[in-house]
């Protein structure tokens, strides 16, 4: 919901932006207009007063007309008792002066000088486009200012109200809410920006991490930081925070806390995206090594953890993994990490460490990587530094075979039972260290699991379930059905829609629609709109009737057979009985008759040629612009009708 709601925003923000930019376009082009007005008057004025026949100290402002006519009617001396030259340093000009443009601006003073010798203007025109003018933005305009007295560039940070759509997550539905926000205004107007809230750069109740996911806000661990104005998505610092700090690579983390007492850092977009607590992880560790290690545990003694996982409740016990230090000396140089985890560790007698690792077809397979070569790496490592005296490799399933000196390898079905991986680990152990496992024999003749309700308690106390939900299948919703649109029919029709289109009852995939032929039959005709937009169906039918009805030139025996030996002679490929192709025929007649340069390379009539011809003389086409074989033989005919008239025209030279 919160990324459906983060769209829904960006789209109402693009929207405005581009209403914005329409508006200002329009504000800039008036405001040229104006531009190119002033500087036209003051070129004229500035001209008058340079080609003046008068000496300076004559020249009356009602001497510059185009000046003269902007002298305001309050001013109580008129512009020829006023000189052209009139000005008083430091003071201001008691002469007032009216906007000739019709923009209804206020009368400004300004002295004679400024405004004959250097043509100055309206002091209004020249800053003016308005916030006003741009109603797309003045509608979130909140400030106490009319927007009509702030130019659209102006520097002032002033409030703004965008109102817009919102959800509520505890409900999912929509409701319409009100992002108050500060922002300059030429930033809005001039650079595009929008809403401050919808970005995410001001928080509120509806983007606000404690409003969608009150759950981690109740983990913070920072009593100065309100939840209710922290962002959903924050990850890095900002710029400015990473230069103080010295470096651009500097996360915005913050310190969790979890009810049982674990205590972390990570960034706000971490634990959005389901990053949780390092220390509760169960990346690392599996139900089934849990169910193992604690059946052996009631064979061999366990090496509990150094500290105790706070979420366990008193009376389980801990079956979680050590992480065990290997001194710097033993510590391979491609090694990344100076600690290795080990899944359990046990205490023989005579003080034989064991440590077990559960290796699993998930982690590793051969398909994801082979491990083979730091699995033998780590036990031969702890081995020679002292930690473990053994390291008991459990190979579930089919994995790749392992030989480690510093190791022991135990292979289990991939469905074996923890009481069936327990007691080939306790042989193949018992094997090893003979006096180990002095209870091995009752309970390999016990035949089942004696400590299932343990590992079941650890498991639920660390997953929160003892066996994961089902998950139920998700049924598939009903496709949503294309929204369909009308089309025009083609240029040749003869139908006329009568109805909307509408799917087919017997074959939901075509659309299909009502339509009356415009021969006079009564009867409403249905057909598929698609055939009727591209031209396949044209009438009811009567145009088909019409073309049937229709005779077909009568071509002679003679003629077709001499069409046949001319076409064999010309390599032409052509059917071997029945009546020959229209264009065959329409090409023997043209070339008989001395027309060969009628003729394409092929030796027929070219298509494009015919239907060039046929639509210059308004004859008609076929179905999608096919050439019929009536047009064929009224195109020979007319150019051999047309170079007959050349013949028999007179000589203009002889007269004859």
């Given at each position: 919901m919160l990324r459906q709601m983060r769209s829904v925003w960006e789209d109402f923000t693009g929207t405005r932006r581009e209403l914005i930019k329409k508006e200002l376009a329009v504000a800039r082009a008036?405001?040229?207009?104006?531009?190119?007005?002033?500087?036209?008057?003051?070129?004229?004025?500035?001209?008058?007063?340079?080609?003046?026949t008068r000496g300076r100290g004559e020249m009356a402002v009602a001497d510059i007309p185009e000046v003269a006519a902007q002298w305001h009617q309050d001013n109580l001396v008129h512009p020829e008792n006023v000189s052209a030259t009139a000005q008083r340093r430091g003071e201001v000009s008691p002469y007032m002066w009216q906007c000739p443009l019709a923009f209804?601006?206020?009368?400004?003073?300004?002295?004679?000088?400024?405004?004959?010798?250097?043509?100055?203007?309206?002091?209004?025109?020249?800053?003016?486009?308005?916030?006003?003018?741009?109603?797309?933005?003045?509608?979130?305009?909140?400030?106490?200012?009319?927007?009509s007295d702030i130019t659209h560039a102006s520097h002032e940070s002033v409030p703004w109200a965008c109102r817009t759509w919102s959800v509520d997550p505890s409900t999912g539905f929509w409701q319409l809410v009100e992002h108050c926000f500060e922002a300059v205004i030429k930033e809005r107007a001039l650079q595009g920006d929008g809403c401050l809230v919808c970005a995410g750069y001001v928080i509120d109740d509806t983007n606000s991490l404690l409003t969608w996911f009150p759950e981690i806000a109740d983990e913070l661990d920072a009593p100065d930081l309100d939840p209710r104005w922290l962002p959903t998505s924050q990850h890095n610092i900002s710029r400015k925070h990473a230069a103080e700090a010295g470096g651009a690579g500097t996360y915005a983390t913050l310190p969790w806390r979890l009810r049982h007492g674990h205590n972390w850092e990570a960034t706000i977009l971490n634990r959005v995206?389901?990053?949780?607590?390092?220390?509760?992880?169960?990346s690392g560790i599996s139900k089934e090594q849990v169910r193992l290690v604690a059946e052996l545990s009631g064979l061999i003694d366990l090496l509990t953890p150094t500290s105790r996982d706070p979420r366990l409740p008193d009376g389980v016990p801990d079956f979680a993994s050590h992480r065990l230090t290997v001194p710097p000396e033993h510590k391979p140089a491609h090694w990344r990490y100076k600690d290795v985890e080990v899944d359990a560790v046990f205490h023989l007698p005579h003080g034989v460490r064991v440590g077990l690792e559960y290796d699993g077809a998930f982690h590793h397979s051969a398909r994801q990587r082979d491990r083979r070569q730091y699995e033998n790496d780590k036990s031969r490592v702890l081995v020679e530094a002292g930690i473990l005296d053994l390291l008991i490799h459990v190979r579930i399933g089919d994995l790749p075979e392992m030989e480690a000196p510093h190791a022991l390898v135990v292979a289990v079905p991939e469905r074996a039972t923890a009481y069936q991986q327990a007691s080939a680990v306790a042989s193949a152990l018992s094997a090893r260290f003979p006096e180990a496992t002095p209870g091995l024999d009752a309970y390999l003749n016990g035949g089942m699991a004696r400590h299932e309700a343990a590992a079941d308690a650890y498991i639920t106390a660390v997953w929160g379930e003892l066996r994961p939900p089902r998950r139920k299948p998700k049924k598939a919703a009903p496709p949503t059905p294309r929204r369909l649109s009308p089309t025009a029919p083609h240029a040749d029709s003869l139908l006329s829609p009568v109805s909307e289109p509408y799917r087919n009852p017997e074959n939901p995939d075509e659309?299909?629609?009502?339509?009356?032929?415009?021969?006079?039959?009564?009867?409403?005709?249905?057909?598929?709109?698609?055939?009727?937009?591209?031209?396949?169906?044209?009438?009811?039918?009567?145009l088909a009737t019409q073309?049937?009805?229709?005779?077909?030139?009568?071509?002679?025996?003679?003629?077709?057979?001499?069409?046949?030996?001319?076409?064999?002679?010309?390599?032409?490929?052509?059917?071997?009985?029945?009546?020959?192709?229209?264009?065959?025929?329409?090409?023997?007649?043209?070339?008989?008759a001395g027309r060969g340069d009628l003729l394409g390379p092929d030796g027929l009539l070219a298509e494009a040629r015919v239907r060039e011809w046929a639509v210059t003389a308004g004859l008609q086409l076929g179905a999608r612009g096919r050439v019929t074989g009536e047009l064929w033989l009224d195109y020979s005919t007319n150019e051999l009708a047309a170079g007959a008239q050349i013949k028999e025209a007179p000589d203009p030279l002889f007269g004859h």
């Open positions: 008036r405001q040229a207009e104006v531009v190119a007005y002033w500087n036209r008057h003051k070129i004229t004025v500035m001209d008058r007063w340079d080609n003046r209804g601006h206020e009368p400004w003073p300004a002295w004679p000088k400024d405004r004959i010798q250097k043509g100055a203007g309206c002091p209004e025109c020249r800053r003016l486009t308005r916030l006003a003018d741009l109603p797309t933005l003045a509608a979130q305009y909140s400030g106490q200012t009319p927007a995206h389901g990053t949780g607590c390092g220390k509760c992880s169960t659309i299909v629609r009502d339509y009356r032929c415009g021969c006079g039959n009564p009867e409403i005709i249905t057909s598929v709109q698609s055939q009727v937009t591209y031209g396949n169906t044209r009438s009811c039918g009567c073309a049937r009805q229709r005779p077909r030139p009568v071509i002679s025996k003679t003629e077709t057979h001499a069409v046949r030996a001319w076409a064999q002679q010309r390599a032409i490929a052509i059917g071997g009985s029945g009546r020959v192709p229209d264009r065959m025929t329409a090409s023997f007649r043209l070339d008989q």
